[in-house]
């Protein structure tokens, strides 16, 4: 009897945008500062090297606000390349900030000349576009308690340091930036913190919060 083949899957590579851009001159951000807003709107496409900056997106005609927070070696603002009329986020930097950036004018010169660079701008908007989707899923679907474990996880991957005790370190987020991530109130947000560190997956101090990361994502069954 033959035996039917399946040929093997082969994932594409992911290009690397910075293989394609030109270096540019590095951008301090305070802590606090506004990059941009929605009655300014982006013109670049932004690059973290150092530090965090969240975007708080507002949804149509809603009073609802989607926030996403970015690290070193991440990209923001790429809507800014689909020409919108009237875009609905700002971008503030959460800490000590490096950027980069290019002009839309720039980007599109770039992709004529080098179309991997396209390519490369697509595969780091689809992630952007699938954690988004994620994240809508979440808030529809989970509780807060399990939005927050997931919250966790994913800042551990941006911004974790593995430390021997087998933990992960991250800078402190403050209780209100957190909540607005998780789609919640400072209060549940506090709740659910204390919560999780009675539990022992969490601890925290002013400067840092340290996560058991791998207890964390095998009780809530949560992938990064």
């Known amino acids: 009897m033959s035996t039917a083949y399946t040929a093997p899957i082969v994932r594409p590579e992911l290009e690397d945008p910075m293989d394609y851009l030109p270096r540019k001159v590095l951008v301090e951000h305070k802590k606090g500062e506004t990059i941009y807003t929605e009655a300014s709107p982006a013109t670049h496409i932004f690059l973290v090297l150092k530090g965090a900056v969240c975007t708080i997106r507002r949804c149509d005609s809603e009073d609802k606000e989607i926030v996403q927070v970015y690290g070193p070696d991440e990209f923001f603002s790429e809507s800014s390349l689909l020409n919108l009329n009237g875009h609905l986020e700002r971008a503030i930097a959460l800490q000590p900030t490096h950027t980069m950036a290019w002009t839309t004018e720039e980007i599109e010169a770039l ?28 808030f529809a679907f989970e509780k807060t308690m399990e939005r927050t474990a997931r919250l966790m996880l994913r800042l551990c991957s941006r911004f974790g340091e593995k430390l021997e005790d087998g933990t992960v370190r991250l800078p402190a987020f403050t209780q209100e930036l957190l909540g607005k991530c998780v789609g919640t109130s ?10 999780l560190r009675r539990q022992g997956y969490v601890r925290y101090s002013r400067k840092n919060i340290f996560v058991y990361e791998d207890a964390l994502k095998e009780n809530y069954r949560l992938a990064k």
């Open 111 to 138: 992709i004529m000349r080098q179309p991997k660079l396209g390519i490369a701008l697509m595969q780091a908007l689809l992630r952007h576009s699938l954690e988004l989707q994620e994240s809508l899923h979440s």
């Open 186 to 195: 400072r209060e549940i947000i506090t709740l659910n913190m204390n919560e």
